[in-house]
């Protein structure tokens, strides 16, 4: 059982910057996928990025260069760095963790909102 708890959303002026975190509990966090996804207000779910147990990342194209994540496996935590942000970045902020053969864990969101 895999249990995540993100942290560091908030209120912030377009061009401004946030970092969230994500705090896993267990022993095998080194060992998963790590990403963070966001769901806009009547929008789905979509991925922002991810980083994999050999330190591999992914970005959707619209955060790309804005955006950096980031793990630390001492910590069991899992950072998003966002950067330039925009209006359209508001969005509830999910922590997730994944890996083949194993179940996958969500956090309870952070919510992120862009304005100024």
């Known amino acids: 059982q895999v249990q995540l708890v993100e942290s560091g959303g908030g209120l912030v002026q377009p061009g401004g910057s946030l970092r969230l975190s994500c705090l896993a509990s267990?022993?095998?966090?080194?060992?998963?996928?790590m990403g963070w996804y966001r769901q806009a207000p009547g929008k789905q779910r979509e991925l922002v990025a991810t980083?994999?147990?050999?330190?591999?990342?992914n970005y959707t194209d619209v955060v790309k260069g804005r955006f950096t994540i980031s793990r630390d496996n001492t910590k069991n935590t899992v950072y998003l760095r966002m950067t330039s942000l925009k209006p359209e970045d508001t969005a509830v902020y999910f922590c997730?963790?994944?890996?083949?053969?194993?179940?996958?864990?969500w956090g309870q969101g952070t919510r992120v909102t862009v304005s100024s």
């Open positions: 997730n963790a994944q890996r083949r053969y194993l179940p996958e864990y």
């Open positions: 267990g022993t095998l966090f080194s060992i998963y996928t």
């Open positions: 980083i994999t147990s050999g330190g591999d990342r």
